[in-house]
């Protein structure tokens, strides 16, 4: 019997809160000495599901979505770096960065799944994004990440051939938003209680405290 606390973390890969909340929980995990008590599944969300396949320059594309001016969001840049530092994660911006589309990185973090591979993938291709300055919507850079996580390229390439992959992804990401998640990241906890952003160290070593005192 499986008695693991699973962790359905909602995301997406060019979300920086996300890989910042990751680490986080990543670290109250290992604070804690739960790792062998945890079960991690990533799901799909899109922050930008109409971006078009050439992507937006992100400094005009924050300004036109949030209404940022080029001194916010240079400081936003500055605190999202500060929080990534403090785990060891590496923020590159420059000024030629897209938000691209990443619906296909998803159809590939479901493939990984079936190879037992799901978060080294999705952690591969939060660096490959914020840290090597990579497109994580071209398909030459996304069979990269496969190979470097020891997956089969081919086959993992080969399920863009299949429309309805993409559409099971369009699908989950639609059930979560039924079920009230509008931002990322969100952990949802044994389907039981659910929490979003990217929240401290203590704030996630509480939450999988209670969880492991109600399993206890």
């Known amino acids: 019997m499986n008695n693991k606390i699973k962790l359905e973390i909602i995301s997406d890969v060019v979300c920086p809160w996300c890989i910042i909340g990751y680490n986080n929980l990543q670290a109250a995990i290992q604070e804690l000495n739960i790792a062998d008590k945890i079960d991690i599944e990533w799901l799909p969300f899109e922050l930008n599901p109409d971006m078009p396949v050439e992507g937006e320059n992100l400094r005009s594309h924050i300004q036109r979505k949030y209404g940022s001016s080029p001194e916010e969001s240079a400081q936003a840049r500055i605190r999202i770096a500060q929080a990534g530092a403090e785990h060891g994660f590496k923020f590159t911006y420059f000024d030629d960065m897209k938000m691209v589309n990443t619906l296909e990185a998803h159809v590939l973090l479901d493939y990984a799944k079936t190879e037992g591979k799901q978060t080294e993938l999705k952690l591969r291709l939060f660096t490959a994004f914020f840290s090597e300055q990579k497109d994580v919507s ?14 089969d390229a081919d086959e993992g390439m080969s399920w863009f051939d299949k429309p309805k992959l993409k559409e099971r992804i369009r699908m989950q990401e639609a059930q979560w938003q039924q079920h009230g998640v509008s931002g990322v990241p969100t952990v949802v906890f044994n389907r039981e209680s659910a929490v979003t952003g990217a929240h401290p160290v203590a704030n996630y070593k509480q939450f999988l405290t209670e969880l492991m005192n109600k399993r206890n």
């Open 138 to 151: 071209n398909h030459e850079t996304l069979r990269n990440e496969l190979t470097a996580v020891g997956l």
